[in-house]
Every structure is written in structure tokens, then in C-alpha cells.
């Protein structure tokens, strides 16, 4: 089993950022370290990858490392502060993607312990529609929003560990 996560914005694309200057590149790399060391641990295979230049890069790495799933690790970000919960997004046509996304989202809400804002279909993302693996992307929690900003900076396992069971949940 081999698993291509990708870490979220990189380079010269900070992503969202709070108004603490919390980048949403940084903590989509610090869960996906996290979550990198556990799934090796557990034995599986895994290919971690940031962009530098382009989210082309990331669908052309994927489509050559046949991986078995694909994920992406985003912060959810909007203009009210208010605005909070964990999302999880697949393609429409992936029946897999879609269940993959189902797992990943409970484990996420039972690890912690936030908002289900739902799994949602989205056709219109690059690395949902260009990659061949059954892929998801995770919006773990709102960077815009306080207190879910200070769970993105002190807690970053608690993601981690929700994707990870998630993964564990799909495979078996
Ligand atoms: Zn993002």
C-alpha cells in the first residue's frame, strides 16, 4: 500500500494565512510529517510532497509514483472568523474517493472534536480531477478562525492522527 500525501501550498504560495501570520503551508507540512512518521510506522509506504512552482507538479508526481490513494492537506479559510469545522472533498465520479473521504472525515471529527461541515463533491479541483489514485482533500479545520487556529499550531498530531485512522479505516 503506498500513499502519496501532498501537502498543501508551498513555495511562494503561503495558502491562507491568519491574522497571526499562521501560514496554512506550514501546518499542512507539519501534519503531513506527522502523519508521514505514523504511516511508516504502521508499514506503509508513503510519498510526501510539497509544491515549489506550480500545483501541476503535484498531479505529475502522483501520476508516476502509482500510488493507491491520494491526499491533500489544506486549512479552511474565510472571511468571518466564525466560520469553523472540518471538510473533506472528493471527485464526483469516484466511488472509491468518496469513500475514502467518508473515513477520513469521522475519524477526523472523533480526533477532534469539531464541526462536520460534511464530505462535499468538488469537480472543479486540479488535483482531485488529474490524479489517478482515489484522491481526497482534507480541509481540517479554519485557519481564519481563532480557536481553531491555535488547535492547527499546538495540536497538529490530532490531525494527523485522524487522517491516519481514516487511511487504516479505508484499507481494512
Ligand atoms: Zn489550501
Known sequence: MKIFLNAGHGGCDPGA???NGLKEKDVAKR?????TDRLKQAGYSVILFQEQNSFTEISKAENKSGADIFISVHCNSFSSSSANGVETLYYPTSAKGKRLAECIQTWLLKTTGLFNRGCKMRRDL???RATKAPAVLVETAFISNPEEEKLLRDKPEMFADGILQGIKNYIN
Open 17 to 19: 494565512v491568519s491574522k
Open 126 to 128: 486540479h488535483v482531485l
Open 31 to 35: 501534519i503531513c510529517e506527522i502523519l
